[in-house]
């Protein structure tokens, strides 16, 4: 299965950081204050996840791509 990538560098650099940071909310949820909020840190992993492959299910759904293809040259 080749799954073509959908997703620009710079949506990817915001998805790796923003999953990063709710991944860091996590320890909340075992040592600081025990809310429900902390447990939402969880769903860090979905944008890092995506951010790292490149590829969103979502924006394959509706047919957005942010991707730049490479530029070939033809001889």
Same mark, same amino acid.
């Given at each position: 299965?080749?799954?073509k990538k959908n997703i620009g560098t710079p949506d990817r650099i915001a998805r @790796?950081? #923003?999953g990063i @940071?709710? #991944?860091l909310i996590v320890p909340l949820a075992f040592t600081g204050p025990k809310t429900t909020?902390?447990?939402l840190g969880f769903f860090g992993?979905?944008?890092l996840l995506a951010g790292i492959s490149?590829?969103?299910p979502p924006y394959a759904l509706l047919g957005i791509n942010t991707h730049r293809r490479e530029r070939t040259?033809?001889?």
């Amino acid at each position: 299965m080749n799954i073509k990538k959908n997703i620009g560098t710079p949506d990817r650099i915001a998805r @790796i950081v #923003l999953g990063i @940071i709710f #991944l860091l909310i996590v320890p909340l949820a075992f040592t600081g204050p025990k809310t429900t909020l902390a447990y939402l840190g969880f769903f860090g992993i979905i944008p890092l996840l995506a951010g790292i492959s490149g590829y969103c299910p979502p924006y394959a759904l509706l047919g957005i791509n942010t991707h730049r293809r490479e530029r070939t040259v033809n001889q």
